[in-house]
């Protein structure tokens, strides 16, 4: 899946030699009531990232519009204030015209429910529910699950112990056919669909709060599934995220567990074979994972949020085997720091980072500033060329002519890009930004 950005210029950044990463916070908005869920996209196709975002008090899903100045300007755009519960929030072009639309789901109201964009301005959003008997739905997750072209849903069900996909028949208007996976997950929390077995169907991993389960159900191809358990001591797994963590070519497990304190990952050996690795083991309460190359050095760094101790955190990786994890705060005294994700908000060539505040109504980015940067060239991207935002796997034209490069000026592979913004070069010119964003 791939959301495309127009945007007039960048500047490539040729040399670089990365000694710190230090963090500005910038409140987007300072009372919005329990927010748990925050995501950056551009919503209004101007070639920014804005935000989306839910609020289980407020009974609300709202977008915030990036105005593109430096210091950036939010203004609130609300899509609903009647989501009983909203717990959780997932951008994706649903029905398939060409902008971004909002999956969302609600705790208090058991619901599944997509909102589509008209693509005017100010946008009309209407609402078009999916399921209204998902028992405290707490995640959504947007996938093509059966490769028929459309975007499909997943979700995880704590109350029902559920973790399911939701059909998209691809219709006007869209019919959902609901798919259980599993029925007995106790206290699912957390489901994210991707191919993990290199066999081109999507697989999906899940986390169960309860049953303390990190869990793979394998896409057989046939409308089957079978189920591999990773972890079953992973004590209140939350949250789930998954990439390639140490560049060898497969996909990877992330998990935070808000009872065992702790974010790891799991290594993908091979057909059912994972091997642990614990990156924090004093993340206390951990409640949020995410992952992409914070420090522009071409490996995946890691994000966590610790609830007890009111923090986001960044994780380097040491790029050696065994990976070397070093802690670094992005945020304290951040109130109930739950949801964490990464994009360029202020479209300056670096990865920050987004968060919220639970029990502070807080959603705030930290914009990057990363030290001992030596500029050497500029590269101007002409008018007619884009910049894409791509969710999933980055898929690139096979062609001697076509070059991949990070922020710092290396040449990456291009099979194996981990989160990040990177430079096509196309025949020896610059001609595109691309930002890697899961």
């Known amino acids: 899946m791939k959301r495309i950005l127009l945007c007039m210029t960048v500047l490539v950044l040729m040399a670089r030699a990365v000694f710190?990463?230090?963090?500005?916070?910038?409140?987007?908005?300072?009372?919005?009531?329990?927010?748990?869920?925050?995501?950056?996209?551009?919503?209004?196709?101007?070639?920014?990232?804005?935000?989306?975002?839910?609020?289980?008090?407020?009974?609300?899903?709202?977008?915030?519009?990036?105005?593109?100045?430096?210091?950036?300007?939010?203004?609130?755009?609300?899509?609903?204030?009647?989501f009983a519960?909203?717990?959780?929030?997932?951008?994706?072009?649903?029905?398939?015209?060409?902008?971004?639309?909002?999956?969302?789901?609600?705790?208090?109201?058991?619901?599944?429910a997509w909102w589509s964009n008209d693509g005017g301005m100010p946008i009309v959003w209407t609402k078009q529910t999916i399921d209204s008997t998902f028992t405290n739905a707490h995640e959504v997750f947007t996938v093509d699950m059966n490769d028929d072209g459309n975007i499909?849903?997943?979700?995880?069900?704590?109350?029902?112990?559920?973790?399911?996909?939701?059909?998209?028949?691809?219709?006007?208007?869209i019919h959902w056919s609901k798919h259980v996976i599993n029925s007995?997950?106790?206290?699912?929390?957390?489901?994210?669909?991707?191919?993990?077995?290199?066999?081109?169907?999507?697989?999906?991993?899940?986390?169960?709060?309860?049953?303390?389960?990190?869990?793979?159900?394998?896409?057989?191809?046939?409308?089957?599934?079978?189920?591999?358990l990773v972890d079953g001591n992973f004590y209140g797994a939350h949250m789930v995220h998954v990439c390639d963590v140490d560049a060898d070519g497969d996909n990877d497990i992330l998990c935070a567990a808000y009872m065992a304190n702790s974010i790891a990952w799991w290594r993908y050996d091979g057909d059912t074979m994972w091997t642990k690795q614990?990156?924090?083991?004093?993340?206390?309460?951990?409640?949020?994972?995410?992952?992409?190359?914070?420090?522009?050095?071409?490996?995946?760094?890691?994000?966590?949020?610790?609830?007890?101790?009111?923090?986001?955190?960044?994780?380097?990786?040491?790029?050696?085997d065994p990976i070397i994890w070093t802690r670094y705060t992005v945020a304290s005294n951040f109130n109930g720091a739950w949801p964490v994700h990464a994009a360029d908000l202020d479209d300056d060539e670096d990865i920050d980072v987004l968060s919220c505040a639970t029990y502070a109504d807080d959603i705030s980015w930290f914009e990057s500033d990363l030290t001992g940067v030596a500029e050497e060239h500029e590269v101007h991207v002409e008018k007619r060329y884009g910049s894409s935002i791509v969710q999933g796997p980055l898929v690139l034209p096979e062609s001697k002519g076509h070059a991949l490069f990070d922020i710092s000026g290396r040449e990456v592979d291009m099979h194996h890009v981990p989160p990040g913004v990177y430079f096509l070069e196309?025949?020896?010119?610059?001609?595109q930004k691309v930002v890697k964003v899961q």
């Open 20 to 82: 710190a990463v230090s963090w500005t916070e910038h409140v987007i908005d300072g009372n919005y009531n329990g927010v748990c869920s925050a995501v950056a996209v551009d919503i209004d196709g101007d070639s920014i990232c804005d935000v989306v975002g839910a609020a289980i008090y407020a009974n609300s899903i709202t977008w915030w519009q990036n105005d593109g100045h430096h210091p950036i300007n939010w203004t609130e755009q609300v899509i609903t204030t009647g």
């Open 85 to 112: 519960g909203a717990c959780d929030v997932f951008p994706s072009d649903i029905d398939g015209d060409g902008d971004t639309d909002i999956v969302g789901c609600a705790w208090n109201d058991n619901e599944v």
């Open 152 to 173: 499909d849903i997943l979700g995880a069900s704590a109350g029902l112990d559920e973790i399911a996909w939701f059909e998209n028949d691809g219709e006007y208007p």
């Open 184 to 228: 007995t997950f106790g206290g699912a929390r957390s489901a994210y669909g991707v191919d993990i077995n290199g066999d081109s169907l999507i697989d999906i991993v899940g986390a169960a709060l309860l049953s303390h389960d990190v869990t793979v159900w394998f896409n057989n191809g046939d409308s089957t599934w079978s189920e591999y």
């Open 278 to 320: 614990v990156i924090d083991d004093t993340c206390y309460n951990a409640l949020g994972v995410y992952a992409a190359d914070i420090d522009g050095d071409n490996d995946i760094d890691v994000l966590g949020t610790s609830d007890q101790s009111d923090a986001v955190y960044w994780y380097s990786n040491s790029n050696t």
């Open 426 to 431: 196309i025949d020896g010119h610059v001609v």
